[in-house]
Each structure stands twice: as C-alpha cells, then as structure tokens.
C-alpha cells in the first residue's frame, strides 16, 4: 500500500473513530435540548391529556423543556407516521393511544408504518369504554339491552366515533360476544354522536368512559357497561358488561403509552423508561389522570409482549366484522 494510501486510510478511521465517540457523548449527555411529544389529535382529548401531563412531568425528571405537537387527521396515523420517519435520538416522541398505535395499520391500508417502526417506551395509563343507551330505548341495564337487540336484530344500530377506532371495535366485539346484529353507524367524534344520542336519533353508543361521563352523570344517556373486566373507580356502580354471563369475554380499553422511533439508542431508552416510571408515581399526574376515569399502568409492563397481545385481540374483531378501508 502506498503512503499516501496509509495516509488516506488513517485519516477516514480517525474521523469515524471521532463520529463514534460523538454519537456516544450525544447519547450519554441525552437530553441537552427540547424534547417534543407528538399527539396525532386536535388538543381537548383524552389522548391529549395523558401527552399534556406525560410531558410536565418528564420535563421535571429530564431536566429540558418537553413539548406537545399536536398534529390532527386519519385518527392519529397522520403524527404517529411523524415520528416513525424521525430521527431516533430520543427528541421526537409519540403519545398515542391504541387507535393508531396498534389499530390503524389492522383497518387501512393507507397506513405505511408497522409496530417495527417504533420503541415501545412504556404503557402511560388505560380506561375502558362504556356502552350507553339512549332516553327514548327505555333500556336500563345490560339484560334488556340483549333482549331488546336479540328479537329485534339489524333494527338498532350503535355509534362510535370512526371506523377502526377502538371504540368500533369494542362494539363489534359485544356483538360477537352476544351473538346480537346491530349497523354501526360512524361520527366525526364524540360531538356529533352525543347530539344524535340525545336528540333521540340512535339508540346506542360507545364511548371512551372520560368523554362519556359528563352525559352519564347529567342522567341524558344510560351508561350500560363498561368494557374492561372490572369496574372502573370513577363509575363503581356501572357494572362491567363481562359481568353478564353472555358478555364474560369482553375485555377490552382505551390505553395510551409512549412511543419513540425504531432503534432508538439503547442509553436514550433507559434515562426515558426511568423518566416515564418516574413521572407515573406523580401524585399530580396520578390525579389528572385518575379523575379522567384513567388508571395508571403497573409498572415493568413487557411492552413487545403487550402491543403483541393487544394486536392479536384487535385482528380477531378487524376479521368478525370484516373492517377494512
């Protein structure tokens, strides 16, 4: 090899020599500037919340300025694909809930990323959804309501809030559990379905709990039962629907966690698991998110496992009810 060969080669090994040795400081300073927390809805939401009091908290415990995006459409996929196409340094970050995180991809094809396009970081909090009936059903309780849909089927229908949202899943799933057929009728949100509700104009509808408890408590729609195995704290006297013996299966919730992109650097990931861990022991965020109708996730959830599990159970609904954009 000539000199200048040596020369040539030496100095090419020495700048990524250099390189390496920058990649590893910027991991071991990490964070050393504002972090963002993309939420893929409009501010107001559940969603929103857990980004919103997630990102005060992991500001105090990282010490930088943590900061929420929020960037509406396609049910939160338009910034979970944000941050699937991010840098993965740990400063673009995703709180997301099932919908777009596990969900989207099952139901539309138009979503491109997949669960490998992402670090799990850590599960935030879950809430079930809640079944409710309309004033104008005379439906009270979870019984009259099969009996109703079972000698009457395809002559009432449910609303949710979109098409392959978690919400039209946890209908399908009742329906499929209880052997009833009723037409799912989608909404642009939660608005729009509580103003048919009242208005008398369908007879049910999902609801995540949080969104669904000022109309519960105000007496204007029958909270049914929730979806989760049991009760939720903040409505002890709705009973869970797998309290009845036809519906023993349903189990099925609203869960939120953070998310950062795929290979995200193994020292980057440990400072935010801690951080997260740390933040969910908050007495403030506890409340905040207690009082939605939220429960804070356990700890040392196996995360691959978890998204593993969950994508199976919505995969068998996507398939019953035949979903697909």
């Known amino acids: 090899m000539k000199l200048t060969s040596l020369y040539r080669f030496a100095g090419v090994a020495a700048l ?12 071991a300073d990490y964070p050393n500037k504002p972090i963002t927390i ?22 105090k415990k990282l010490g930088v300025s943590v900061v929420v995006e929020n960037i509406g459409g396609a049910g939160g996929a338009i910034g979970a694909q944000k941050v699937a196409n991010a840098t993965p340094d740990g400063y673009t970050l995703l709180v997301g809930a099932n919908n777009e995180i596990a969900i989207s991809r099952l139901v539309s094809a138009s979503v491109k990323y997949t669960l ?3 670090t799990p970081i850590g599960l935030i909090a879950s809430q079930p959804m809640v079944l409710v009936a309309s004033a104008k ?3 009270k309780t979870t019984d009259q309501f ?8 395809g002559r009432f229908s449910y609303g949710s ?9 946890a209908g399908e799933m009742i329906k499929e559990e ?14 729009p379905l509580t103003n048919d509700l009242l208005g008398n104009n369908i007879e049910f509808g999902v609801y995540v709990l949080s969104s669904g408890l000022p109309q519960i408590k105000a007496g204007k729609v029958v909270a049914l039962g ?5 009760r939720s704290h903040v409505t002890p006297d709705v009973p869970a629907l797998a309290e009845h013996p036809k519906l023993k299966h349903i189990d099925i919730s609203s869960w939120f966690a953070l998310m950062g992109p795929a290979k995200l650097p193994a020292p980057v990931l440990a400072k935010l698991q801690k951080a997260l861990a740390d933040s969910l022991q908050s007495a403030d965020l506890r409340k905040k998110l207690e009082d939605s109708g939220s429960a804070i996730a356990p700890l040392n959830v196996d995360m691959n496992k978890y998204l593993a599990d969950e994508t199976a159970k919505y995969q068998k609904i996507v398939d019953f009810a035949k979903i697909r954009e």
């Open 16 to 27: 990524a020599s250099l390189a390496l040795v920058g990649v590893a400081h910027a991991q």
């Open 38 to 59: 993309v939420v893929g809805y409009p501010p107001g939401g559940s969603t929103d919340l857990n980004g919103r009091v997630v990102a005060a908290e992991l500001a």
């Open 116 to 118: 490998k396009d992402f």
């Open 137 to 139: 059903t005379g439906v």
């Open 146 to 153: 099969l009996s109703l849909a079972k000698t009457n089927p």
């Open 161 to 169: 809030s979109g098409v392959g949202t978690a919400l039209h899943l």
């Open 178 to 191: 209880a052997g009833i057929f009723m037409t799912h009728i989608p909404y642009r949100g939660v608005a």
């Open 226 to 230: 929730t979806t989760e195995k049991k």
